[in-house]
């Protein structure tokens, strides 16, 4: 997935470029989500005693964000690149064991997607189809030791959108989509952590999004 996404990213690059002076079929433009978040996290222990089980448990939070975009028309589909370049931060999570406290906290860095928006003869009505990629960093302080590293992870997303002409080459949209991510596996670093790991899955994700765009 992460080929195909930087594959995506070369072309829109060079099919911008091309078209540099006259920036005609080029659009840029900024957005504002409303996101949710849904995730199944496993810690597993290699050590663990006869009869217990690994801590399962699933999680959901909401954030909100602001994009930016480039795309290019290359008539009648568009492609383009949104990135988020802020970070989406997990609620914390606190796990005392004791006079030992966990803390737990997940961090979404540089969430970009690479689509194609589909126009669907219905007025402004548009499908919007992508590949995402998104570094996953994980913030802890573990009284019991050690660290998880970070990691990385790709997605694919679908949605709708409907685009209104504001003004001479300015345009708002509304749209709404979905994202699935692919299971992400994470190690604790300390030695004597039993060989502990951390595994998230079903990662899933929807925005509503308003956006504001110039075309050229």
């Known amino acids: 997935m992460k080929k195909i996404i930087i594959s995506l ?6 099919a911008t470029s091309s078209y540099a002076v006259s920036l005609e079929g080029l659009s840029v433009g900024v957005s504002g989500s409303h996101s949710g978040y849904y995730a199944v996290g496993t810690e597993e222990t290699d050590n663990d005693p006869a009869g217990v ?14 994009s930016v975009f480039v795309e290019y028309n290359i008539g009648p589909i568009s492609v383009g690149l949104d990135y988020i370049p802020s970070e ?6 606190t796990n005392i064991q004791g006079a030992t406290t966990n803390t737990v906290q997940g961090e979404f860095k540089n969430h970009a997607t690479v689509y194609a928006l589909i126009p669907i003869p219905l007025g402004g009505l548009y499908a919007k189809f992508g590949g995402i990629y998104v570094d996953i ?3 802890e302080n573990l009284g019991t030791g050690g660290s ?4 990385d992870t790709t997605g694919m997303m679908a949605g709708l959108g409907y685009s209104i002409e504001a003004a001479e080459g300015l345009s708002i949209r509304a749209e709404v989509t979905a994202a699935q991510y692919e299971e992400v596996d994470v190690a604790n670093s300390a030695s004597d952590a039993g060989g502990t790991r951390v595994t ?6 929807a925005f509503g999004t308003i956006s504001v765009v110039k075309s050229f």
């Not at 089980?53 to 602001?66: I, L, P, Q, R």
């Open 88 to 93: 989406i931060e997990t609620p914390k999570n």
């Open 9 to 14: 990213l070369l072309a829109l690059g060079l």
């Open 148 to 151: 998880y590293g970070n990691t």
């Open 137 to 139: 960093n994980s913030i």
């Open 200 to 205: 998230l899955e079903d990662m899933m994700s």
């Open 53 to 66: 089980d690994d801590t399962k448990e699933a999680g959901a939070f909401t954030a909100n964000h602001v």
